[in-house]
């Protein structure tokens, strides 16, 4: 099997790692995508949740700025116009104590790092659905539909149940391994490692080391 040269596939999956994120604010990731889909059901009624929270929030807001004025007493506060209720303006009766010198100041979060809201159910079934429709696409444009693993892997797991067996094995590992330390290959490797995130460069190095070591133990085994 040929392969394209790594001075093209190195920048397409630059480019299209940096580009899901300033599209989407997600990280670019397999494993959480499938994660939601064991657990469908809980999925769907968080979606119809956040569905009726968006279309509710006009209400939600005007309900909080009714018991805060309850609370702490009418808010002087402009009007909000058309678009919203309007406040009773008045004076504020609640002082705020002054923030003590000796308390340690809060640093301001990272904008560049906060995620975007998760995506709906179908958002995702979207996703992975075009991932297989890719990669057939892609085994139909070389050729190679129906050509297995490779000679490689044929010689060490042949080509009948006992491959079937091996590949469903190694699909266990690598799920337990994904759940373990909260990532895939692509979500820490691709885009936590091109993000600087600590815990995704520890992980991409493990992950790694490992993969070398098994590589050699399969080889000393041959």
Same mark, same amino acid.
């Given at each position: 099997?040929?392969?394209?040269?790594?001075?093209?596939?190195?920048?397409?999956? $630059?480019?299209?790692?940096? &580009?899901?994120?300033?599209?989407?604010?997600?990280?670019?990731?397999?494993?959480?995508?499938? $994660?939601?889909?064991?657990?469908?059901?809980?999925?769907?009624?968080?979606?119809?949740? !956040?569905?009726?929270?968006?279309?509710?929030?006009?209400?939600?807001?005007?309900?909080?700025?009714?018991?805060?004025?309850?609370?702490?007493?009418?808010?002087?506060?402009?009007?909000?116009?058309?678009?919203?209720?309007?406040?009773?303006?008045?004076?504020? /009766?609640?002082?705020?104590?002054?923030?003590?010198?000796? !308390?340690?100041?809060?640093?301001?979060?990272?904008?560049?790092?906060?995620?975007?809201?998760?995506?709906?159910?179908?958002? /995702?079934?979207?996703?992975?659905?075009?991932l297989a429709v890719g990669g057939l696409l892609a085994a139909l444009v070389r050729g190679s539909l129906g050509a297995g693993m490779g000679p490689a892997f044929a010689a060490r797991f042949?080509?009948?149940?006992?491959?079937?067996?091996?590949?469903?094995?190694?699909?266990?590992?690598?799920?337990?391994?994904?759940?373990?330390?909260?990532?895939?290959?692509?979500? /820490?490797?691709?885009? &936590?490692?091109?993000?600087?995130?600590? &815990?995704?460069?520890?992980?991409?190095?493990?992950?790694?080391?490992?993969?070398?070591?098994?590589?050699?133990?399969?080889?000393?085994?041959?």
């Amino acid at each position: 099997m040929t392969y394209l040269p790594f001075w093209i596939v190195g920048p397409a999956l $630059a480019a299209i790692t940096v &580009g899901y994120w300033i599209a989407l604010r997600r990280p670019l990731g397999v494993s959480g995508v499938l $994660a939601r889909f064991s657990r469908v059901r809980e999925e769907a009624e968080f979606d119809r949740g !956040a569905a009726v929270l968006q279309a509710e929030q006009a209400a939600l807001e005007a309900a909080m700025t009714a018991m805060t004025a309850e609370a702490f007493g009418p808010l002087d506060l402009p009007a909000t116009g058309t678009d919203g209720p309007a406040v009773a303006s008045g004076p504020i /009766h609640t002082e705020w104590p002054a923030p003590s010198p000796e !308390a340690p100041a809060v640093p301001a979060p990272k904008q560049g790092r906060i995620c975007a809201p998760t995506p709906r159910l179908a958002v /995702h079934a979207t996703f992975l659905g075009s991932l297989a429709v890719g990669g057939l696409l892609a085994a139909l444009v070389r050729g190679s539909l129906g050509a297995g693993m490779g000679p490689a892997f044929a010689a060490r797991f042949g080509t009948g149940p006992g491959a079937v067996a091996a590949l469903a094995a190694g699909g266990v590992l690598v799920g337990f391994g994904t759940a373990l330390c909260g990532g895939c290959s692509s979500g /820490h490797g691709l885009t &936590g490692c091109g993000r600087l995130m600590p &815990g995704s460069l520890v992980a991409t190095l493990v992950f790694c080391a490992s993969a070398v070591a098994a590589s050699l133990l399969l080889g000393r085994l041959a």
